[in-house]
């Protein structure tokens, strides 16, 4: 299985500031037929599903907000909300989907400072 | 614009059986994409239950895999979760969502979820 690990559990960012969330996978989720990683972002707010940020780690979903970015290949990769807005604050989540089972990481808590 | 709807019994009894269907509109079940089932227990993160591909083919976490069993019903537009033996720890807010393994986009649309609690 590949392990999804992200960092930090919490975050707290002062409004219009960068934040920065990192998620680390076990085993590589690149997928050398496409050269894509298979590694997915998502945001949830409290009683709601999860929504779709990012996929194949860098590519924005229609509709969201270009303050959001995701980076990275391999291993290691990264969501950065370039300047922080008040309806941000949620939980974010990592996933890959290279192969079964496809592992979320444990969740990054994004508040307001 | 795809949606989709999670239906079943809120409350289930230790060591019974639980059920839930979800309902796709506004897209058909037949496309070729995967649909997945994920859990999350109050207060928790997110856990992948498993996956069916329209043609039938199932892929399931290892960690239930013993006790799990999707399907789907292209003539109701719909696919199920099924999980037996449930104890206290199977409680949690179900959701099923379209995409899967080395889909384009991951999971791009969700249910909004359904809580079942395994209770006496």
């Known amino acids: 299985d590949i392990v999804m690990t992200q960092s930090p559990d919490s975050l707290a960012v002062s409004l219009g500031e960068r934040a920065t969330i990192n998620c680390k996978s076990s085993?590589?989720?690149?997928?050398?037929?496409?050269?894509?990683?298979?590694l997915a972002w998502y945001q949830q707010k409290p009683g709601q599903p999860p929504k779709l940020l990012i996929y194949?780690?860098?590519t924005r979903e229609s509709g969201v907000p270009d303050r959001f970015s995701g980076s990275g290949s391999g291993t290691d990769f990264t969501l950065t909300i370039s300047s922080l807005q008040a309806e941000d604050v949620a939980v974010y989540y990592c996933q890959q989907y290279y192969s079964t089972p496809c592992n979320f990481g444990q969740g990054t808590k994004l508040e307001i400072k | 614009q795809v949606q989709l709807q999670e239906s079943g019994p809120g409350l289930v009894k230790p060591s019974g059986t639980l059920s839930l269907n979800c309902d796709v509109s506004?897209?058909?079940?037949?496309?070729?994409?995967?649909w997945s089932w994920v859990r999350q227990p109050p207060g928790k993160g997110l856990e992948w239950i498993g996956e069916?591909?329209?043609?039938?083919?199932?892929n399931y976490n290892p960690s239930l895999k013993s006790r799990v069993t999707i399907s789907v019903d292209k003539s109701k537009n719909q696919f199920s979760l099924k999980l037996t033996s449930v104890t206290a720890a199977d409680t949690a807010v179900y959701h099923c969502?379209?995409?899967?393994?080395?889909?384009?986009?991951?999971?791009?649309?969700w249910g909004q979820g359904t809580l079942v609690t395994v209770s006496s």
């Open positions: 506004g897209g058909s079940i037949s496309s070729e994409n995967w």
């Open positions: 069916i591909y329209h043609g039938g083919s199932t």
């Open positions: 969502a379209r995409g899967g393994i080395r889909s384009v986009t991951g999971l791009d649309y």
């Open positions: 085993q590589s989720v690149l997928y050398s037929s496409n050269n894509e990683n298979y």
């Open positions: 194949w780690a860098s």
